[in-house]
Each structure stands twice: as structure tokens, then as C-alpha cells.
């Protein structure tokens, strides 16, 4: 997939613009039970039309409310370039394992080079699951997760972050993993077109999980 896109303000001398291209692999190997996809999207980005946005957050053993989050602006002259990899791997049913990898890199050009420093984000989540038949009415799933991540912020005032967690989720908390790891990695074609020019900046919703 190749694309051009561009927005302008009106009213002010903002835009955006972008120039991308999206390669895209899948493979199913069912003799060995494993299931591969991957893409890289690389985009040429000029944006500096501010995009701020309200989200909800709830921190541990608190009600959650909302929060203001402000467009950093780290696209106004960069070359963004992201790589995902997903395994599945069910040869070993009912035991279920799956992977997911992301690298996504903001590199800073022009004006903006002395300005922020090259942004990266590398996230691995890791996770299994095991079916248990109890009866014809009865199921349990227990299921564990462990996540990485690594970010150097574009911001030279923000610090460099490495995180690592893991935990067990019970069977009731699937579909709410599932919609935030979801929003981690979207699919290009469930974007906004802006965001799938100039990518929407997933740290955030990472760090969350």
C-alpha cells in the first residue's frame, strides 16, 4: 500500500502532510500449529496541526476520571517508520501461546532535529493461556501475561523509560485486554486517515495496560 495525505488548517498556516507506503506478510504453517503476521509502515511526515485529546485513566484503587493530554508535536518534520511481528503458536492445544512485537521510531529532520531527539518505542508482549473443561457447563481459562517496553521520549526534557510486568488475568478480564492490546496495534484500515499518515503515538496506551 503506497498513499499520499494532506490537511490544512483553515485560518492559520498549519498542516499536514504525508507521504507513506505499508508492506504487509502473513503466513500459516497448521502441520506445526503456528501463525505468523508482520508489516512496516514507513511515512514522511510534516505535521503541526496540534491534535489534543481526553482519555480516561484509572491508576490502581482509584475511581479513574479524566485526563487532558496535549499534542507534542513530534512530527512536524520526521520519518516514522513501525514494525510489528505477531506469532501464535496452538500445537500444543489446549495450552495457547502468542507473542507480539512492536519497534516504532520517530526520526527528527530539519529544523526539528535540534529541537526533539529521535523518539523509539520497543514493546514485547508475551502471553499464554489453558483451557479447562469442567463438566458440559463449565470452563476455566487461566491466563498469563508479561510485558516489556522500552521508550526514549522526543522530548530532551522527558527520561528514558524500561519497564517489565507480568501477571495472571482471570478469564473475566479477556475482553478488556484484548480492546486496550487492540488500540496498541490498530489496524491501518480502522484508522482515521490522519493517523495512518502520521501514526498514533501508542506509548501511552502501552505503559496502561
Known sequence: MIGRFRED????NRRSKATYGM????????????????FDFLRSVQDNIPDDVIIWVQPPLSGGGLEDVLDPLIAQDALINTAYLQADYLRWAPLNLHAKLKHEIY???????????????LGLVAKADYNIDIGPLWKI???????YMSKTPAQRDQLKTQELSQNLLPRESER?????????WPRVRDLPQSQVATGPDTGGLFRRL
Open 9 to 12: 488548517l483553515l485560518g492559520s
Open 23 to 38: 508492506l504487509t506478510w502473513a503466513a500459516d504453517y497448521p502441520n506445526h500449529g503456528l501463525d505468523l503476521q508482520s
Open 107 to 121: 526520526h527528527q529532520r530539519g529544523d526539528q532535529e535540534g529541537i526533539d531527539r529521535d523518539q523509539h518505542l
Open 141 to 147: 481459562q487461566p491466563k498469563w501475561k508479561q510485558l
Open 176 to 184: 478488556a485486554y484484548e480492546y486496550a492490546l487492540a488500540r496498541i
